[in-house]
């Protein structure tokens, strides 16, 4: 059975600094790549930082300058140190594993095959 964790989401302030972990287990973790997508109220899930197996990275526009994915595969786990953040930023935050190399489409939540229940962040003014 696999299963995705997320931890680490909390309330913070704009400006303040929060990082993101992700635990999975039933799959073998380093052929994944991972990404870390959010839904805010009324808005569509969108991607936020994806890694792949090789460590490639890729980030939205949104976050990038921002935002850090990485991962450490002898621990199973991907983080995602987020920075300078914004009221924008505040939504519930998912952590996705794919089977497959995701790359260019890595923002396209249907290429993920296993999704946490999310973790909450919430950024005041």
């Known amino acids: 059975q696999v299963q995705v964790l997320e931890s680490g989401g909390g309330l913070v302030q704009a400006g303040g600094s929060l990082k993101l972990s992700c635990t999975v287990s039933?799959?073998?973790?380093?052929?994944?790549?991972m990404a870390w997508f959010r839904q805010a109220p009324g808005k569509e899930r969108e991607g936020v930082a994806s890694?792949?197996?090789?460590?490639?990275?890729y980030y939205s526009d949104s976050v990038k300058d921002r935002f850090t994915i990485s991962r450490v595969n002898s621990d199973n786990a991907v983080y995602l140190q987020m920075s300078s953040l914004k009221p924008d930023d505040t939504a519930m935050y998912y952590c996705?594993?794919?089977?497959?190399?995701?790359?260019?489409?890595?923002?396209?939540?249907?290429?993920?095959?296993?999704w946490g229940q999310g973790t909450q962040v919430t950024v005041s003014s």
């Open positions: 996705a594993a794919s089977a497959d190399e995701t790359g260019y489409t890595w923002d396209v939540a249907a290429r993920y095959n296993y």
């Open positions: 039933g799959v073998t973790f380093r052929r994944h790549a």
């Open positions: 890694i792949m197996r090789g460590g490639i990275t």
